[in-house]
């Protein structure tokens, strides 16, 4: 049961946010870090993002069936009953917004809540089943993390949380593309409206590069702006650029499974390197 409870709210995205959450509180401390209170930000936004996945699993029960990736997971293995599950996620929702809320900040409290709606109703409820925009407007939700990381120190939404949410924001899709690529057809079987369902393969590879290519001056102003340092600047730069050139190496692609699998994994360690980066370069206050 306990390993059930803790698989519907998808671990490696929670550990992923969370690293994120970090990197943003970091960047608006400058190393002066109140450890209770990144430690309540850390509560509550877990626990709000775990709110979001364990209501995600409630609401794509019958549609993860239809999915070889996703038939085994609790709720089509009959492993627990819906209306738990559902009770189970409200509950891990209202624990953590009320951290946000009170231990936390009122402004980080409504972005959680402002994450958390976008990603239940707005993602999963509506975009997911209708349109090919789900990735990118659902991609609101994945970026919250570091921006209430940040706001929890300043309070406010300023320049910094902007390029933080940016980075979080441009990053999402080119990074699920390619594992969408890989599994086209489960979730065209499974009627799910994808671009690269919808609109094919060659235009998903296509409408990946903008999005890459805007973290190049996404990195570079938060290295102007002062929130990181030139080491930062360096590595995030040439991260950005060698994602790039891979991603422009698609159109050409002889084996594009080969290819998709290599741009999911340079997405992932993208993030993971530049946020490490940012933090360890971080100024001093």
């Given at each position: 049961?306990?390993?059930?409870?803790?698989?519907?709210?998808?671990?490696g995205?929670?550990r992923?946010?969370?690293?994120?959450?970090?990197?943003?509180?970091?960047?608006?401390?400058?190393?002066?870090?109140?450890?209770?209170?990144?430690i309540?930000?850390?509560?509550?936004?877990?626990?709000?993002?775990?709110?979001?996945?364990?209501?995600?699993?409630?609401?794509?029960?019958?549609?993860?069936?239809?999915?070889?990736?996703?038939?085994?997971?609790?709720?089509?293995?009959?492993?627990?009953?819906?209306?738990?599950?559902?009770?189970?996620?409200?509950?891990?929702?209202?624990?953590?917004?009320?951290?946000?809320?009170?231990?936390?900040?009122?402004?980080?409290?409504?972005?959680?809540?402002?994450?958390?709606?976008?990603?239940?109703?707005?993602?999963?409820?509506?975009?997911?089943?209708?349109?090919?925009?789900?990735?990118?407007?659902?991609?609101?939700?994945?970026?919250?993390?570091?921006?209430?990381?940040?706001?929890?120190?300043?309070?406010?939404?300023?320049?910094?949380?902007?390029?933080?949410?940016?980075?979080?924001?441009?990053?999402?899709?080119?990074h699920?593309?390619?594992?969408?690529?890989?599994?086209?057809?489960?979730?065209?079987?499974?009627?799910?409206?994808?671009?690269?369902?919808?609109?094919?393969?060659k235009?998903?590879?296509?409408?990946?590069?903008?999005?890459?290519?805007?973290?190049?001056?996404?990195?570079?102003?938060i290295?102007?702006?002062?929130?990181?340092?030139?080491?930062?600047?360096?590595?995030?730069?040439?991260?950005?650029?060698?994602?790039?050139?891979?991603?422009?190496?698609?159109?050409?692609?002889?084996?594009?499974?080969?290819?998709?699998?290599?741009?999911?994994?340079?997405?992932?360690?993208?993030?993971?390197?530049?946020?490490?980066?940012?933090?360890?370069?971080?100024?001093?206050?």
């Amino acid at each position: 049961m306990l390993k059930d409870l803790l698989a519907l709210t998808k671990p490696g995205l929670l550990r992923l946010n969370m690293f994120a959450a970090i990197g943003g509180y970091w960047v608006a401390a400058k190393w002066n870090i109140d450890v209770m209170l990144l430690i309540w930000m850390l509560i509550g936004s877990t626990l709000t993002m775990a709110s979001a996945t364990v209501i995600n699993n409630y609401w794509d029960r019958e549609l993860d069936l239809k999915m070889e990736r996703t038939r085994n997971r609790v709720l089509p293995g009959g492993r627990m009953k819906p209306s738990s599950v559902l009770i189970y996620g409200i509950i891990l929702g209202v624990a953590g917004i009320a951290v946000l809320f009170l231990l936390v900040n009122p402004l980080c409290g409504w972005l959680g809540l402002l994450g958390w709606f976008v990603y239940i109703v707005v993602y999963t409820m509506w975009l997911k089943r209708t349109s090919t925009w789900s990735t990118s407007i659902g991609g609101v939700s994945g970026a919250m993390p570091p921006v209430i990381g940040y706001c929890a120190v300043t309070g406010q939404v300023d320049i910094g949380a902007w390029l933080l949410f940016a980075l979080l924001f441009l990053w999402q899709p080119a990074h699920f593309w390619s594992l969408a690529i890989r599994r086209v057809e489960e979730y065209r079987e499974a009627g799910f409206p994808l671009l690269p369902v919808v609109k094919g393969v060659k235009r998903t590879k296509l409408q990946m590069i903008p999005y890459i290519l805007l973290l190049l001056p996404t990195c570079i102003l938060i290295y102007a702006y002062n929130y990181s340092g030139i080491y930062f600047l360096i590595i995030s730069v040439v991260c950005s650029l060698i994602w790039l050139y891979q991603t422009l190496l698609g159109s050409k692609a002889a084996d594009t499974d080969k290819w998709a699998k290599t741009n999911f994994l340079i997405s992932v360690n993208y993030l993971m390197v530049v946020f490490i980066a940012m933090i360890l370069n971080t100024p001093w206050a």
